[in-house]
Every structure is written in structure tokens, then in C-alpha cells.
């Protein structure tokens, strides 16, 4: 694009200038090999460019939609691959910055999503803002070939999205695999849930032998109570998971509910 630009317009190209000079190092031999662009994303990660389209207010770049087609555009002149699975990246969160706000239940539908896949996740940082954005980032893992890595990305960011834009009711949990060291030598499964000091919001803290799509299974007792979840810290320890919750909602002020919550979350982690 050839036309006067704003200085902030050309801070946000010098950043992906730099990006895209060092991603047509590697281009090609990436192209000739098959291998994924891990040095590509570390790069964008560094620099920072995730956050080009969250608002301001959340410590983003605020970025409308002119200056975030030509960044994309900039980097594409480097590695179009990578600049095409940014902008998915940038699709979804523009989305949600225009309307203001995630589902409720936006924790829910990626977990299910990645349980419907056929994806384990093996570790998540959640955090939703007052204003009800959500910043969550999760590894995962699939047991799919991965010299198709390019394909695989782009269905799930393709795919992910369409199952946020498009929320229908939530999928029921697949049948989980065990390993066998857990049937071996099984973790019992722990479940506390603590108020703060006002009793306004709440801290969830599970413990169980892991196995595909509990997670899943944890956040639709969340979803179903209608439980607000403000962070979690996911974490895969060996064949053992230590999650924590920051959590609210109405039924967490019911002494009656709160029994039902972690008896339905305990079946849960037994299932």
C-alpha cells in the first residue's frame, strides 16, 4: 500500500518489517523441508504482535482494521504462510474486541473443541478482564502426523473460530484414555474450593490422574452452574493434573450449591 502512512501506522510496519526480513531467511528452506516455522511464531511472540488488536485498555496495541492488513500484509512479503495463520489469529480476536465481550461459557467450548478434535490439552493460563475478555493461551498435543503441521493448523484455527462465532449447545465429552500406569497405580482425586475474604469470589483447586478431555469435563460442571471463571493456572504433572481456579457466580453463595458443584466436579474427575 503506497500512500501517506501515520507514524503510527509505520511504527506498526517497522515491527513487522523487521519480523518479515528475518522470516525470508528461513523461508524457503522451510518450504523445501516441510518443517514448521517454530522460529516464525517465537519471533512474533517476542515482538509482542499477539496483542495488536486487543484494545488498549487491556494492554493491547489497539489496532483497527487498515493497520492490521497492512502488518499482515508486511509480513506476508517475508513468509506468507505465517502471516496467513496470524491473521486467524487476529480474525478471532478482532471479533471479540468488536462486540465487547466472550460467552460466558467461552472456556467450555475451547476445551470442547479440542476434546471433539482429539486434542489433550497439557496446559492453560486463562484470564478474563471485568469487562468479560478473555486472554487464554493452551499447549496441546495430538497424536496426528506431524508433517502435516501446516494443515493442522489452519483447521484449528479455522475451525475454532467458526466455534465461537457459531456457539450451539455444548458436545458431550468423549470417552477419555487411561494410561496404564493410572489404571496401575490410580491418583486419588481431590477437589477444595475456598471464598476469599469477602466470600465474592472463589478459589478451585482440583487434583486427579490425568486422561483426554478432563479438562473438558471440569469446565462443563463450571459452565452448566453458570460459574464465571476469572483465571486458572492448567498444569500437567506426569500422569497427575494440579489445576486452580479463580471462580465466581450466584450458586457459589449457596452452602446447597456449593455441595452440588464439587460433588458433580469430583464424578467428573472420576468418570
Request: with cysteine.
Amino acid at each position: 500500500m503506497f500512500y501517506p502512512r501515520t507514524e503510527r501506522q509505520n511504527r506498526f510496519l517497522e515491527v513487522a518489517g523487521r519480523l518479515a526480513d528475518d522470516f525470508a531467511l528461513r523461508a524457503g528452506e522451510q518450504d523445501r523441508t516441510g518443517s514448521f516455522p517454530y522460529d516464525n511464531f517465537a519471533a512474533i511472540r517476542s515482538a509482542g504482535l499477539p496483542a495488536l488488536v486487543v484494545p488498549k485498555k487491556y494492554g493491547g496495541w489497539d489496532a483497527d482494521l487498515l493497520e492490521t492488513l497492512m502488518t499482515m500484509e508486511r509480513l506476508a512479503v517475508g513468509d506468507g504462510s505465517t502471516a496467513l495463520s496470524l491473521t486467524m489469529h487476529m480474525q478471532t480476536l478482532g471479533s471479540a474486541a468488536e462486540e465487547g465481550a466472550w460467552p460466558p461459557d467461552l472456556f467450555a467450548r475451547i476445551c470442547g473443541y479440542f476434546d471433539q478434535a482429539g486434542f489433550s490439552i497439557l496446559d492453560a493460563k486463562i484470564h478474563t478482564t471485568h469487562n468479560g475478555f478473555a486472554l487464554d493461551t493452551f499447549q496441546v498435543v495430538t497424536a496426528m502426523l506431524p508433517e502435516h503441521y501446516q494443515e493442522l493448523v489452519n483447521m484449528v484455527e479455522s475451525e475454532l473460530a467458526h466455534t465461537l462465532e457459531h456457539p450451539g449447545p455444548l458436545p458431550p465429552p468423549g470417552r477419555g484414555r487411561v494410561s496404564r500406569r493410572v489404571k496401575s497405580f490410580p491418583f486419588a482425586p481431590r477437589v477444595d474450593l475456598q471464598p476469599d475474604e469477602k466470600a465474592q469470589r472463589w478459589l478451585l483447586s482440583i487434583s486427579a490422574s490425568d486422561r483426554t478431555g478432563l479438562l473438558y469435563s471440569v469446565a462443563r460442571v463450571l459452565a452448566r452452574h453458570h460459574i464465571n471463571l476469572q483465571l486458572a493456572k492448567i498444569t500437567t504433572l506426569g500422569e497427575r493434573v494440579e489445576d486452580t481456579f479463580l471462580i465466581d457466580g450466584p450458586e457459589l453463595q449457596q452452602n446447597r450449591r456449593q455441595i452440588e458443584i464439587e460433588t458433580e466436579l469430583l464424578e467428573a474427575l472420576t468418570a
